[in-house]
Nanobody
């Protein structure tokens, strides 16, 4: 069974920084893609950033130049460095793992429990 555990959320002032971490645990042979999504109150969940095992990245236009996604394949961990945070970045941030190879075969769409990020003065 694959579990994702996020950490690093919190309250920060506009212009500040936060670093989110997400560790995947379980009998995992490999993970193709890992990413971060967010959901603000009254809005749909949206992709923030994603990264493949080979290091290819994809970002939402709203965070390009401010957020950086990275991963440690050996630790099955993905990170999101968030700089120059804005109030509109306030949301619950969810970690996602897709195309995960375990002894049971390939699985998809594993989610963490979410971590709150609040940007406010």
């Amino acid at each position: 069974q694959v579990q994702l555990v996020e950490s690093g959320g919190g309250l920060v002032q506009p212009g500040g920084s936060l670093r989110l971490s997400c560790a995947a645990s379980g009998s995992i042979f490999s993970i193709n893609a890992m990413g971060w999504y967010r959901q603000a109150p009254g809005k749909q969940r949206e992709l923030v950033a994603a990264i493949t095992s080979g290091g290819s990245t994809n970002y939402a236009d709203s965070v390009k130049g401010r957020f950086t996604i990275s991963r440690d394949n050996a630790k099955n961990t993905v990170y999101l460095q968030m700089n120059s945070l804005k109030p509109e970045d306030t949301a619950v941030y969810y970690c996602n793992a897709d195309s995960v190879l375990t002894p049971a075969g390939w699985g998809s769409e594993y989610w963490g429990q979410g971590t709150q990020v609040t940007v406010s003065s």
